[in-house]
T-cell receptor
Framework: DGGITQSPKYLFRKEGQNVTLSCEQN?????MYWYRQDPGQGLRLIYY???????QKGDIAEGYSVSREKKESFPLTVTSAQKNPTAFYLC???????????FGNGTRLTVT | GEDVEQSLFLSVREGDSSVINCTYT??????LYWYKQEPGAGLQLLTY?????DMKQDQRLTVLLNKKDKHLSLRIADTQTGDSAIYFC?????????????FGTGTRLKVLA
């Protein structure tokens, strides 16, 4: 079955450590996105990539980094520079322009 | 900038119809979407409508679009307890040479048995 896989589902880290969240898709989609979701808030765009080896900052990119070396993969690194990293992170992918986004099941990151 | 607004909560009785409303500001929106999110899960696409349509029906779901007022609604007929979730409205359209998706803050639907 085609879909988006995010791993792990839960992640715990100590403050000051970098952590990488995995996102893999087998939908053959060109575009991939990372969103952050906090309680009572909508989705905020962190980074997006419309093609391999290219990506753009979203609205809240500070403290995050990404890479897009393969079409199927778009990992997100939460660095120690991110002031408030505890959140639910959602990865999505999309096909042609304006097609609906498909989402993974999310990774809940807790930093203490 | 572009914005999508939704009310935060809606409570209905099982078997009744639910209507979730959304307003958006971007007049260049091309598609409008409704997603459902259950606890601890990602967003599941429910339905979407092209901006030149007024209505779309899909089984228990009816989407109405008033482009003049930039108002979108999702009606769920015969609401069941399994429909309890957060519903997100989203819009996409060309922004600065790329396509951007803007999401609302979500409406939490609670279905009372």
């Amino acid at each position: 079955d085609g879909g988006i896989t995010q791993s792990p589902k839960y992640l715990f880290r100590k403050e000051g450590q970098n952590v990488t969240l995995s996102c893999e898709q087998n939908l053959n989609h060109d575009a991939m996105y990372w969103y952050r979701q906090d309680p009572g808030q909508g989705l905020r765009l962190i980074y997006y990539s419309q093609i391999v080896n290219d990506f753009q900052k979203g609205d809240i990119a500070e403290g995050y980094s990404v890479s897009r070396e393969k079409k199927e993969s778009f990992p997100l690194t939460v660095t120690s520079a991110q002031k408030n990293p505890t959140a639910f992170y959602l990865c999505a992918s999309g096909g042609a322009y304006n097609s609906p986004l498909h989402f993974g099941n999310g990774t809940r990151l807790t930093v203490t | 900038g572009e914005d999508v607004e939704q009310s935060l909560f809606l409570s209905v009785r099982e078997g009744d119809s639910s209507v979730i409303n959304c307003t958006y500001t971007d007049s260049s929106s091309t598609y409008l979407y409704w997603y459902k999110q259950e606890p601890g899960a990602g967003l599941q696409l429910l339905t979407y409508i092209f901006s030149n349509m007024d209505m779309k029906q899909d089984q228990r779901l009816t989407v109405l679009l008033n482009k003049k007022d930039k108002h979108l609604s999702l009606r769920i007929a015969d609401t069941q307890t399994g429909d309890s979730a957060i519903y997100f409205c989203a819009e996409s359209g060309p922004t600065s040479g790329t396509y951007k998706y803007i999401f609302g803050t979500g409406t939490r639907l609670k279905v009372l048995a």
